[in-house]
DNA sequence: TCGCCAAGACTTTTT
DNA sequence: GTCTTGGCGA
């Protein structure tokens, strides 16, 4: 019997995809088919069990999944998907508070902040409160927020037992009252509301828990509890949920993910069929047992046996470099001698690494034997300045009242208008009970005859002027199309000679502002307010031609470079992994909580399993950090290979620099020629885990300690008293304990 | 008010 | 190194 659905898969995915009702729990280790399974089991449901695609609820984490799963399912699938519910959680979670606004403290038609947007709430609440924003940063406060929120905490659920929470609580408390005068909502809110709502309110959560028959979940790993509750509420009527993850690729914890909602779902639905997805169709055995071993030793997951029948394969290659230019001097000679060798096109390579900052060194070495690469995902079109800034002139067409928005572009381009008159303008509208942008618009309307002309002062001509601009965007938006308006905006503002002084940096800016009027265009229909509303919820992935895509201007294709996260779901033919030294793969933020200890294993474990054929780990003896060579260890993740497993291929003895400096922009005083050859580390006096004492700050422990550049002994210490210190050693005169 | 310079930070970033 | 931020002088 042929069955076009089901013939091609393997016993568990076939398990898996025609699984019964109830509670269904797919653990599915890398490359073992997790999206095939995902979409073959909605086509199955209404394929073969007569399920209406609008009884279906499906999420994931990014649009480019949810966009995936659509078109795979519809090619399987003879019928439209009209009514289902397919989207990123916070896309599903937009649609629902829109029309349940009745229950909630905005309006339907409210936007979303992103993150600049929110920092700058943060920030005014700060100021607002009297908060020195140095001892609480706006980010780190926002990163407590965002966590009480990924934690279904209201300003008045958060625990104020301390100073810092008290500040974080006062700050929550007022930043949600902007968002509110804003008409506005954060990522977080998204999914707080929404579970609420349905928490809170019987009624919504019936109504929806009874349309949606089935509950699909996509990356489920990555949850949160905001997420976990909504998925349990949108299932409580019919009780059917499939939900598909892999504790060992979880790698958001910081987002607020909690990978122990896969152990916690078994414990809630005691029924539920776990089924395990172990066979692998991407890697080598060989990449698969060393990527076991790697992650084994993290607890509290279900162990898996990836297995495949591609055979061993060629051994994992370990080079250990000189420093960080000879590494990836050897990832570009690697490189380069398959090319030459007619073995791989540049699009079969990939580099991955920790942090962003460690693509400087591969994009120089890249650009400069000339091979094409793609960088992904470090600058993001959406934070661009010259895309926000014209976002938000839209946005204050759209909402006169939306203040973070015009304040963010009253002076762009420069009209003279500073902080000073800023105030003035903030304290007459509030003086009048009106916003900002209403005093605004009525000057720029009345000119003079306003009453408010003489209280702003002299500057009122100038705000009046912008006032008549923002007067006739208005009176025209309704009239023209979005695209037009947009032109518009930039042609009375002068914007385009703002951004575009001709340079190449001009240039791309431009570039970038013709890219979002594209985006705008398929709003041209829908209208602005559609396309406001829909801008957040759109990654930059969608915009940023992704790795395994075609791109027809790249013909040859390029070598990929990203962060171990953005690789996450990708593969590639050859994998480098750069930078496997302690402190930086595991991130040295990570060295004192398992948990987070545990993350990094993880990050490297996706990282590792992204390779089909051949794998390189690569570190670097030294590597300059701010002015000073760094002497790391290896990573402790290396020594959990087994060495049958590792084929080493030592040691480069010559660094790079040299031949880079003449054509590159080394700056030549850091370096002195002393300094290239290489030097064993003189030995520190102090070492990590000694007990100290300081006259100044008492007893302490060491945590690192380094010689720099000029043979000085920088030492870093926790003090009981004050928290960490970076000391010099000939300064500080510690006594050990 | 604007633009320049110096100081300080700097993990990851699906939405 | 490179980005943002804040202070200061024109």
Not at 36 to 51: F, H, N, P, Q, S
Not at 236 to 249: A, K, L, P
Not at 280 to 304: E, F
Not at 671 to 694: H, L, Q
Request: net charge negative; aromatic share 8%.
């Amino acid at each position: 019997m042929q069955d076009s659905l089901l013939d091609d898969l393997n016993p568990q995915q076939r398990l898996a995809v025609t699984a019964g009702d109830g509670q269904t729990l797919v653990l599915a280790g890398p490359g073992s088919g997790k999206t095939r399974v995902l979409t073959r089991r909605l086509a199955y449901l209404i394929e073969r069990k007569g399920v209406p695609a609008y009884d279906i609820i499906a999420v994931t984490f990014t649009n480019k999944a949810a966009r995936e799963m659509e078109s795979r399912v519809v090619t399987l699938v003879n019928q439209n998907l009209e009514g289902i519910w397919l989207g990123t959680f916070h896309a599903m979670c937009a649609r629902l508070l829109r029309r349940e606004s009745a229950y909630l403290p905005f309006k339907s038609n409210f936007v979303i902040f992103d993150e600049s947007d929110q920092l700058s709430l943060i920030k005014r609440s700060l100021r607002e409160l009297n908060i020195d924003d140095k001892t609480h940063r706006p980010a780190g406060v926002h990163a407590a927020i965002s966590a009480a929120k990924n934690d279904l905490q209201l300003p008045k659920d958060v625990p104020r037992g301390t100073y810092r929470d008290e500040v974080v609580a006062r700050v929550y408390e007022k930043y949600q009252s902007y968002l509110s005068i804003n008409n506005a909502v954060d990522f977080d809110d998204l999914l707080l509301y929404t579970a609420r709502i349905l928490e809170e309110h019987p009624e919504v959560r019936e109504k929806y828990a009874r349309r949606f028959g089935h509950v699909l979940v996509d990356e489920f790993q990555d949850t949160n509890l905001a997420q976990y509750v909504m998925l349990k509420h949108l299932s409580s009527y019919h009780h059917n949920i499939f939900v598909v993850g892999d504790e060992d690729q979880s790698i958001y914890r910081w987002r607020g993910a909690d990978y122990r909602n896969v152990l916690r779902f078994e414990k809630d639905f005691p029924k539920c069929e776990t089924i395990l997805l172990e066979q692998n169709y991407r890697s080598t055995q060989t990449v698969l047992d060393a990527a076991r071993q790697v992650i084994d030793r993290n607890r509290n997951r279900t162990p898996k046996h990836l297995f495949t029948e591609r055979g061993t394969g060629n051994k994992i290659v370990q080079y250990v470099a000189v420093d960080d230019i000879a590494e990836s001097a050897f990832v570009v000679d690697t490189i380069s001698q398959y090319l030459k060798s007619g073995k791989a096109s540049a699009n079969d390579f990939a580099v991955m690494y920790r942090t962003n900052a460690q693509s400087r060194l591969i994009e120089e070495a890249l650009m400069h034997s000339g091979l094409p690469y793609r960088l992904v995902g470090a600058q993001r079109f959406y934070g661009r300045r010259e895309v926000k800034d014209m976002i938000c002139f839209l946005r204050l067409v759209a909402n006169p009242t939306d203040e973070v928005s015009l304040l963010r572009v009253i002076n762009i381009p420069p009209r003279g208008i500073g902080d000073k008159t800023i105030l003035t303008l903030q304290t007459t509208a509030m003086q009048a009970g009106l916003s900002v942008g209403e005093v605004l618009l009525d000057l720029g309307q009345k000119g003079d005859a306003s009453a408010f002309w003489s209280a702003v002062g002299r500057p009122a001509a100038l705000l009046a002027d912008f006032g008549t601009l923002l007067a006739e965007w208005q009176s025209v938006k309704d009239k023209i199309s979005l695209t037009s308006l947009f032109d518009r905006i930039v042609e009375d503002t002068g914007y385009e000679s703002y951004i575009n002084d001709q340079t190449e940096e001009g240039n791309d800016r431009w570039d970038n502002l013709v890219e979002l009027r594209r985006l705008a265009f398929d709003f041209e229909e829908k209208g602005m307010d559609e396309f406001l509303q829909n801008l957040a919820l759109v990654s930059d992935q969608d915009t940023i031609p992704q790795a395994e895509s075609e791109e027809p201007d790249r013909p040859k294709g390029a070598v990929t470079l990203l962060t171990l996260h953005a690789a996450k779901g990708l593969e590639y033919n050859q994998v480098f992994i750069m930078g496997l030294d302690e402190g930086l793969l595991p991130h040295s933020r990570s060295r004192d909580d398992p948990e987070e200890m545990a993350e990094e294993r993880r990050l490297f474990y996706v990282g590792m399993t992204r390779a089909r054929n051949q794998l390189y780990l690569l570190r670097a003896e030294r590597r300059r950090m701010f002015n000073a060579w760094d002497y790391g260890e290896p990573s402790r993740f290396l020594a959990d290979i087994n060495s049958d497993l590792v084929l080493n291929q030592g040691r480069h003895g010559v660094s790079r620099r040299e031949t880079y400096e003449s054509d590159f922009r080394w700056s030549t005083t850091s370096i002195t020629p002393k300094r290239m050859v290489v030097e064993t580390p003189k030995e520190t006096k102090y070492k990590a885990g000694m007990r100290v004492r300081s006259a100044n700050w008492g007893d302490g422990l060491v945590l690192e300690s380094k010689i720099d550049s000029d043979s000085e002994e920088t030492v870093d210490v926790h003090f009981e008293s004050v928290g960490f210190k970076r000391v010099l050693a000939s300064l500080a005169n510690l006594e050990i304990l």
